[in-house]
């Protein structure tokens, strides 16, 4: 067969199944419309205020490593989990759109990690800071938020966990995001000479090996956010800014210099927020805040009984209390979930030997 021909066999093939993943896909969201009538009968039936919560975390979760679980190949499991959030995303929007606070402008990291998360159909919001990311959930102007918590080389994002000493939200989901920083330029900055490099204060400390080896003699301004510095790169083509591709994509901007980030594992964790607890998804963390009174061997009390049950730490971090002096919070997360028998009687535990215990959610692991 000539090769023209056998291209358009393959591709009489592939026509042939689209039409099976259209009609596959269609009767997909037309079950995930039955499920919404399901819960708006349960919601009217319980007597509820407000709408019922259609996005269900710890299902999508299931969902998600189910396929990746069974996936025969030749796509990578990576690839096929992203194309049914995506799928998962568009059958939530025919239930219900949802709203999703992210700390902006439009273009930050946050953005990206929110849509990671809540795929394409969801709708985001840009919010100027981290604690307007909570108040939009809190007071219900947003259905769910996504805040930035930690970065592999910079640490715990300080904000964030004091937002929470405060907030009665819960956490209901955890976004991991390789962080890939480029020196960005206005497309008529690119033959001019740089004057001033611009990047969110964490973003210039993760690429300061680099600064210094390039670029050691311009002037470098911390901005509210990578978003930010995008915008001032556009607006003045002497300045540069260190962002990422969707920054570069909203202010077309082009990269002088890619991936300029001095680790190559730069990661940054975000954490969804929710004002409802999510159920276990087979494959959990949970998060607290707790507070010991400051005598010989507390921080040991309130970690013995997790090595006593032998639950692993993910991650543990202290923030000043801001209510005494040289009296401190602790932010644990650990594996599992707080309706398991383990964990309530760690938390059990806990409650008698500390002044202040708030369970911040338990939530899916990152299932991509
Ligand atoms: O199973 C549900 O509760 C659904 O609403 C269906 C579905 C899906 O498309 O699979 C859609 C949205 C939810 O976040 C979880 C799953």
Same mark, same amino acid.
């Given at each position: 067969m000539a090769s023209d021909e056998q291209l358009a066999d393959i591709r009489r093939r592939i026509d042939a199944i689209d039409n099976q993943l259209l009609a596959l896909i269609n009767q997909r969201a037309s079950c995930a419309q039955e499920v919404a009538e399901i819960k708006l009968e349960a919601a009217r039936r319980d007597g509820a205020q407000s709408k019922p919560v259609f996005y269900r975390p710890e299902r999508e979760a299931q969902v998600l490593r189910a396929i990746q679980d069974r996936n025969p190949g030749p796509l990578p499991s990576d690839y096929v989990a992203r194309i049914f959030r995506e799928v998962m995303s568009s059958c939530l929007a025919l239930e219900q759109p949802l709203t999703v606070a992210y700390l902006?402008?439009?273009?930050t990291f946050s953005q990206l990690a929110a849509r990671k998360q809540f795929g394409q159909s969801a709708l985001p919001e840009a919010h100027s800071s981290i604690r307007t990311v909570f108040r939009q959930v809190e007071d219900r102007h947003c259905d769910f938020g996504v805040v930035p918590v930690e970065n592999?080389?910079?640490?715990?994002?300080g904000q964030t966990l004091d937002c929470f000493l405060e907030?009665?939200?819960?956490?209901?989901g955890e976004v991991e995001l390789p962080i890939v920083h480029h020196l960005l330029v206005s497309g008529s900055g690119a033959n001019q000479p740089i004057d001033l490099i611009c990047g969110h204060e964490q973003a210039l400390a993760q690429c300061r090996t680099w600064l210094d080896g390039h670029f050691a003699d311009v002037p470098r301004e911390a901005c509210s956010s990578n978003g930010e510095a995008a915008r001032r790169a556009q607006q003045d083509g002497g300045v540069a800014a260190i962002a990422g591709d969707l920054a570069a994509e909203t202010y077309g901007l082009v990269a002088? *210099?890619? #991936?300029?980030?001095?680790?190559?594992?730069n990661t940054t964790r975000f954490l969804v927020l929710g004002r409802e607890a999510v159920p276990p998804s087979g494959a959990d963390k949970s998060s607290i805040l707790v507070s010991s009174r400051n005598r010989p061997g507390a921080l040991l009390s309130l970690l013995r009984p997790f090595e006593d049950a032998g639950v692993s730490l993910t991650r543990i971090d202290s923030r000043?209390?801001?209510?005494?002096?040289w009296t401190y919070v602790f932010y644990i997360e650990f594996e599992g *979930?707080? #309706?398991?028998k383990v964990i309530a009687q760690i938390m059990g535990e806990l409650e008698e030997h500390s002044i202040l215990l708030k369970r911040l959610g338990s939530f899916p692991k990152a299932p991509i």
């Open positions: 902006g402008p439009p273009g592999s080389t910079e640490g715990m994002v907030s009665p939200l819960q956490i209901v002088l *210099h890619e #991936a300029i980030q001095d680790s190559a594992y000043p209390s801001k209510t005494e002096k *979930h707080f #309706a398991d």
